[in-house]
């Protein structure tokens, strides 16, 4: 018998099916990565290139035209500065909500526990729509200010079951027991110790939230009238209808020619110009954010 691993020998329909999933995959893989790699390389094209549809995978007459009209706007970086505020601050106090949603009730000793996880679950369900929203945000007086975009939306039900469903699946009752016996109280023990072990449900949340308030746009077309409080979405919105070509408004075909291939150029450079960010931090958090679908799917 030789020494290590034996070689496990599959059988003729094995090596099929493998093959099988092998072409799956492949596809499934070909099919999520083109329209992105499509999307950056046709940012960095010519607008003739892109109009004409030249661009295939690679960037055609390589150009910085459309960030070039996406930057020239000043109000870009007022956007960027607003949203990475409704980002952060809005995030820790998801984060924070939620996270104090969660823990009570993920305590057996809780009272009214049933009937408190129903009146939060109820809320999935049924909601009051986007007309009363508008009269309570107008009737608390938060129109036109940054609240008006931080905390409508501050705990998501399905967030804090995920919470909840990682606090009661990964800390021991033997802990809050032990805590208890050395004279901590729920205020020391939920900082103490529940924080530093909830690292990666934390992470989690605050990918999922982070991501929301960074794409938020309707709350803002809604509540902000005041132009310094405008999100990133809410100026690339404006520079692309801008840019939009009314077909009444050209004599010159060239010229016509000229502005909707900048229009189509916009589209893309915007994408990229709006996604960046969150991409480049979404690897650090990859690992919880599988972690944290997990959690969801196994237990309630």
Same mark, same amino acid.
Request: aromatic residues 14%.
């Given at each position: 018998?030789?020494?290590?691993?034996?070689?496990?020998?599959?059988?003729?329909?094995?090596?099929?099916?493998?093959?099988?999933?092998?072409?799956?995959?492949?596809?499934?893989?070909?099919?999520?990565?083109?329209?992105?790699?499509?999307? $950056?390389?046709?940012?960095?094209?010519?607008?003739?290139? $892109?109009?004409?549809?030249?661009?295939?995978?690679?960037?055609?007459?390589?150009?910085?035209?459309?960030?070039?009209?996406?930057?020239?706007?000043?109000?870009?970086?007022?956007?960027?500065?607003?949203?990475?505020?409704?980002?952060?601050?809005?995030?820790?106090?998801? $984060?924070?909500?939620?996270?104090?949603?969660?823990?009570?009730?993920?305590?057996?000793?809780?009272?009214?526990?049933?009937?408190?996880?129903?009146?939060?679950?109820?809320?999935?369900?049924?909601?009051?729509?986007?007309?009363?929203?508008?009269?309570?945000?107008?009737?608390?007086?938060?129109?036109?200010?940054?609240?008006?975009?931080?905390?409508?939306?501050?705990?998501?039900?399905?967030?804090?079951?995920?919470?909840?469903?990682?606090?009661?699946?990964?800390?021991?009752?033997?802990?809050?027991?032990?805590?208890?016996?050395?004279?901590?109280?729920?205020?020391?023990?939920?900082?103490?110790?529940?924080?530093?072990?909830?690292?990666?449900?934390?992470?989690?949340?605050?990918?999922?939230?982070?991501?929301?308030?960074?794409?938020?746009?309707?709350?803002?077309?809604?509540?902000?009238?005041?132009?310094?409080?405008?999100?990133?979405?809410?100026?690339?919105?404006?520079?692309?209808?801008?840019?939009?070509?009314?077909?009444?408004?050209?004599?010159?075909?060239?010229?016509?020619?000229?502005?909707?291939?900048?229009?189509?150029?916009?589209?893309?450079?915007?994408?990229? $110009?709006?996604?960046?960010p969150v991409l480049c931090l979404y690897p650090f958090a990859q690992k919880?954010?599988?972690?944290?679908?997990?959690?969801?799917?196994?237990?309630?």
């Open positions: 018998m030789s020494k290590g691993r034996t070689k496990i020998r599959k059988s003729g329909s094995d090596k099929v099916f493998d093959g099988i999933v092998l072409v799956f995959l492949t596809l499934l893989l070909i099919l999520v990565l083109y329209p992105l790699i499509y999307i $950056v390389s046709a940012s960095f094209s010519s607008a003739s290139a $892109v109009t004409s549809g030249k661009v295939i995978l690679l960037p055609v007459d390589f150009s910085l035209e459309g960030y070039k009209a996406v930057f020239e706007n000043k109000d870009i970086w007022l956007g960027y500065k607003n949203t990475i505020i409704y980002t952060v601050c809005g995030t820790f106090i998801n $984060v924070a909500v939620t996270l104090m949603a969660a823990y009570p009730l993920s305590r057996k000793d809780l009272k009214g526990k049933g009937i408190l996880t129903f009146f939060f679950t109820f809320t999935m369900l049924f909601g009051g729509g986007m007309i009363p929203n508008y009269i309570l945000i107008r009737d608390l007086h938060l129109m036109n200010t940054r609240w008006a975009i931080i905390l409508p939306g501050a705990l998501s039900v399905y967030n804090m079951i995920v919470a909840r469903t990682f606090i009661q699946s990964n800390i021991p009752d033997e802990l809050l027991e032990a805590s208890q016996l050395d004279g901590c109280s729920d205020t020391k023990y939920f900082f103490g110790i529940i924080l530093p072990l909830s690292k990666a449900v934390i992470a989690v949340l605050a990918l999922f939230y982070g991501v929301g308030h960074w794409n938020a746009y309707f709350n803002a077309f809604l509540y902000l009238n005041d132009k310094k409080l405008y999100p990133l979405q809410i100026f690339l919105r404006e520079i692309l209808i801008n840019n939009t070509m009314d077909m009444n408004s050209f004599v010159d075909p060239t010229l016509m020619e000229a502005k909707q291939g900048l229009a189509d150029l916009l589209k893309y450079s915007l994408i990229i $110009v709006a996604s960046v919880y954010f599988v972690k944290g679908v997990m959690i969801g799917s196994v237990k309630g």
